[in-house]
Nanobody, 126 residues
Framework: QVQLVESGGGLVQAGGSLRLSCAAS????????TGWFRQAPGKEREFVAA????????DYTDSVKGRFTISRHNAKNLVYLQMNSLKPEDTAVYYC???????????????????WGQGTQVTVSS
């Protein structure tokens, strides 16, 4: 079982940037697809971005395309979410999650992810 820990959240003004990190322990992230999801108050959890095991394939929800970039540093066992041009509607708790299929494809479906972090709060002020 892998334990995931997110970091890098905080309070930022609209138009600013943050970089979230997802670190793993107990099992490597290197061979597994990883995704970022978010949940705003009173809303359902939604898919944000995902990356396959080697970084060769990425996927983004339409509202963040061109602003967010997901990447991974397999040697450091980390996955990142670089968030630029942040908007107040990006305010949410951000979660990283991993799919337990080695060398698997990305997915937008949260039920396909079997390990989740505790989340990190991102607040964007207007």
């Amino acid at each position: 079982q892998v334990q995931l820990v997110e970091s890098g959240g905080g309070l930022v003004q609209a138009g600013g940037s943050l970089r979230l990190s997802c670190a793993a322990s107990g099992r490597t992230l290197r061979s597994y697809p990883t995704g970022w999801f978010r949940q705003a108050p009173g809303k359902e959890r939604e898919f944000v971005a995902a990356i396959n095991w080697d970084g060769g394939d990425t996927d983004y929800t339409d509202s963040v395309k061109g602003r967010f970039t997901i990447s991974r540093h397999n040697a450091k066992n980390l996955v990142y979410l670089q968030m630029n041009s942040l908007k107040p509607e990006d305010t949410a708790v951000y979660y990283c999650a991993t799919i337990g299929r080695k060398y698997g494809s990305t997915s937008r479906k949260d039920y396909e992810y079997d390990s989740w972090g505790q989340g990190t709060q991102v607040t964007v002020s207007s």
